[in-house]
């Protein structure tokens, strides 16, 4: 699976959402159900941390090889994300690492010029 696509979101509450409409117009063509429901899942959690911890836009890219997803979501925050020992029933928030850990094969933070990345590898059958 070649792919290499691109969204840029404003870093608010609607983010999340828009970045999902966009996992599954980009990925239903190319992948089973399952995969591309597993792509939203992540890139809602990443998305979200992004706009709730950073605050700022954010760029989201899904790349695509050889049974793998690449989805990375960039933002203007140096402020690593970190790992909650729990779950905030008050926040509701606490899981997205923790789901990556789980979904992907691997992932992991970069830091970057004008903030940092988040990354994980997704395995894909398609």
């Known amino acids: 699976m070649e792919l290499d696509a691109r969204l ?3 870093g ?5 959402q828009e970045a999902r409409r966009f996992v599954a117009r980009t990925l239903t063509p190319l992948l089973g159900r399952e ?4 792509a939203m899942l992540v890139t809602s959690e990443l998305v979200t941390n992004a706009s709730l911890h950073a605050g ?5 890219t899904l790349r ?3 049974n793998t997803l690449h989805i990375t979501v960039s933002d203007t925050s140096a402020l690593p994300p970190v790992k909650r ?3 905030s029933d008050e926040l509701a928030t606490g899981r997205g690492l923790r789901l990556l850990e789980v979904l992907s094969r691997k992932w ?3 830091q970057t010029a004008t903030g940092k990345t988040v990354w994980c590898d997704l395995p894909v059958r398609g």
């Open 85 to 87: 020992t729990g779950y």
């Open 35 to 38: 995969d591309v429901e597993t």
């Open 64 to 66: 695509g090889g050889p």
């Open 108 to 110: 992991g933070v970069e």
């Open 56 to 60: 700022t836009r954010c760029e989201l």
């Open 12 to 16: 608010d509450l609607r983010s999340p």
């Open 8 to 10: 840029t979101l404003a």
